[in-house]
């Protein structure tokens, strides 16, 4: 069954350091996600591409986080530098096209300390 | 943006209950998900229901669009179906198509 992987699973990492999620949606899948989600809440959207073109980044805190999708299939989500409150688990998920059914990989989980 | 609530938001069952959780929404939707989230994080798809009803095994959901909610029915509960459980909707018009998704109902399921 094709699933969206994503890696590494857990990550911890001090204050002030750079770090790297990556992001394969499931095969086809055009709309890649990115989510964060804060322990205790729902998860909300960083950013959302088409292809390899960003449709939505309007809650992606951009001084320090950035993502790309160069060739419109894999993705990274990456934090430079890491702040404490950038503790949550952070999920990818891809669907066929924007507003069709979206599906989840496993998250990563980042603790910084 | 669209508003989602959820409620209960904390339901506690001995095993072989049945329950009922419910989704309402601010604005007109042209999709919804139900997922669960398992103890390790994952959200697991349930039900892409924009309207009407659909089945799967003993769990059943409905979406009365026109009415702003949706309901999910967890039949003969089981100690694996312990887990949070999300609804999540994208907006309609634009050209964006995040899924907002509500507070989340913690299901605990006792032996």
């Known amino acids: 069954e094709a699933e969206v992987a994503q890696s590494p699973r857990y990550k911890i990492t001090e204050k002030s350091q750079a770090v790297a999620f990556w992001c394969d949606p499931i095969?086809?899948?055009?709309?890649l996600y990115w989510y964060r989600q804060i322990l205790g809440q729902g998860p909300e959207l960083l950013v959302q591409f088409q292809d390899e073109s960003v449709v939505d980044d309007s809650q992606l805190p951009k001084d320090r986080f950035s993502a790309e999708r160069l060739k419109g299939v894999d993705s990274t989500l990456k934090i430079q530098p890491a702040e404490l409150g950038d503790s949550a688990m952070y999920l990818c998920?891809?669907?066929?096209?924007?507003?069709?059914?979206?599906?989840f990989g496993q998250g990563t989980r980042l603790t910084v300390v | 943006g669209i508003q989602v609530e959820q409620s209960p938001p904390d339901l506690i069952l001995q095993e072989g209950a049945n329950s009922t959780l419910r989704c309402n929404f601010s604005?007109?939707?042209?999709?919804l998900q139900w997922f669960h989230q398992n103890p390790w994080g994952q959200l697991i798809n349930l039900f892409y229901i924009p309207s009407g009803t659909k089945q799967n095994g003993r769990l059943s959901a409905t979406t009365v669009a026109t009415e702003r909610y949706s309901l999910l029915y967890i039949s003969s509960s089981q100690t694996t179906d312990s887990g949070v459980y999300f609804c999540a909707v994208p907006p309609v018009g634009t050209s964006g198509s995040r899924l907002t998704f509500g507070e989340g109902t913690q299901l605990t399921v006792n032996p």
């Open positions: 604005d007109s939707v042209n999709n």
């Open positions: 095969s086809g899948h055009a709309t």
């Open positions: 998920a891809s669907s066929l096209a924007g507003n069709t059914e979206a599906f």
